[in-house]
């Protein structure tokens, strides 16, 4: 048996999603000849067995925060204000692995972890476990301090991947929901405000290309003035 290859926890996020997103981008070429395919697959099937595995593993206090800010457990939040984009991250990397080698028990898996993403989403479709868990009258109070929207950016990325590749609806149209929680609050004609994190704006476009809902561009304006 080989050994077990362990990431850290931000690292081995990142390779997850980008060794992916490598696969996706060259299967998606028809220029690519498939000799480039063959060589790099150890390296998919090493993320798929030990490098998701292991983010699962590292990333457990983010996910515990999604059950604290649905009320089903007890405890503290983590005190990170931006972990859920963790939780994301892992969730976008399983669907480009899945786009290469369908895993059934894998899917399954994040499917279960959809399902406490979703039930910590507010019933107005907020969803950020730090001010939900800490104190939601603090909700959108400091975007350009705190990481809400930069969140929300990551979780409409891995709601679209996951939509694109299985098929299933249940992250994207929470994501949806969030969109228009949202765009009840910021825009043009609304509130306008300066977020800190770049994020938001490339995954409310890629949100737009999957609903072709035109108001997500218009969203996209947060921090620009009605001229």
């Given at each position: 048996?080989?050994?077990?290859?362990i990431?850290?926890?931000t690292?081995?996020?990142?390779?997850?999603?980008?060794?992916?997103?490598?696969f996706?981008?060259?299967s998606?070429c028809?220029?690519v000849?498939s000799?480039?395919?063959?060589e790099n697959?150890p390296k998919?099937e090493?993320?798929?067995?030990?490098?998701?595995?292991?983010?699962?593993?590292?990333?457990?206090?983010s996910?515990?925060?999604f059950?604290?800010?649905?009320?089903k457990t007890?405890?503290?939040q983590?005190?990170r204000?931006?972990?859920?984009s963790d939780?994301?991250k892992i969730i976008q990397?399983v669907?480009?692995?899945?786009?290469h080698?369908?895993?059934?028990?894998?899917e399954?898996?994040t499917?279960?972890?959809?399902?406490r993403?979703?039930?910590a989403?507010?019933?107005d479709g907020?969803?950020f476990t730090?001010w939900t868990a800490i104190?939601?009258?603090k909700?959108?109070?400091?975007?350009?301090?705190d990481?809400e929207?930069?969140?929300?950016?990551h979780f409409?990325?891995?709601?679209i991947?996951?939509?694109?590749?299985?098929?299933k609806?249940k992250?994207?149209?929470?994501?949806?929901k969030?969109?228009d929680?949202?765009?009840s609050?910021?825009?043009?004609?609304?509130?306008i405000?300066i977020?800190?994190h770049q994020?938001?704006?490339l995954?409310?476009?890629?949100?737009?290309?999957?609903t072709?809902?035109i108001?997500?561009i218009i969203?996209?304006?947060?921090?620009r003035k009605?001229?």
């Open positions: 048996m080989g050994q077990k290859i990431f850290s926890k690292f081995g996020i990142h390779v997850s999603v980008l060794l992916g997103c490598f996706v981008s060259a998606s028809k220029t000849e000799d480039t395919e063959k697959l998919f090493s993320n798929r067995e030990n490098g998701i595995p292991s983010v699962f593993e590292a990333g457990k206090t996910f515990e925060n059950d604290i800010a649905a009320g007890e405890g503290e983590n005190q204000m931006a972990s859920d939780f994301y990397g669907a480009y692995s899945l786009q080698t369908p895993d059934k028990e894998l399954a898996f499917d279960s972890l959809i399902d993403i979703v039930a989403q507010q019933d907020y969803l730090y104190n939601p009258d909700r959108w109070t400091n975007i350009n301090k990481h929207l930069y969140c929300v950016g409409f990325e891995a709601a991947a996951y939509y694109e590749v299985t098929g609806r992250l994207l149209d929470a994501a949806i969030l969109a929680h949202i765009g609050i910021f825009g043009p004609g609304k509130r405000d977020r800190g994020e938001i704006e995954a409310l476009y890629k949100l737009y290309q999957t072709c809902d108001s997500l969203l996209g304006q947060i921090g009605a001229t």
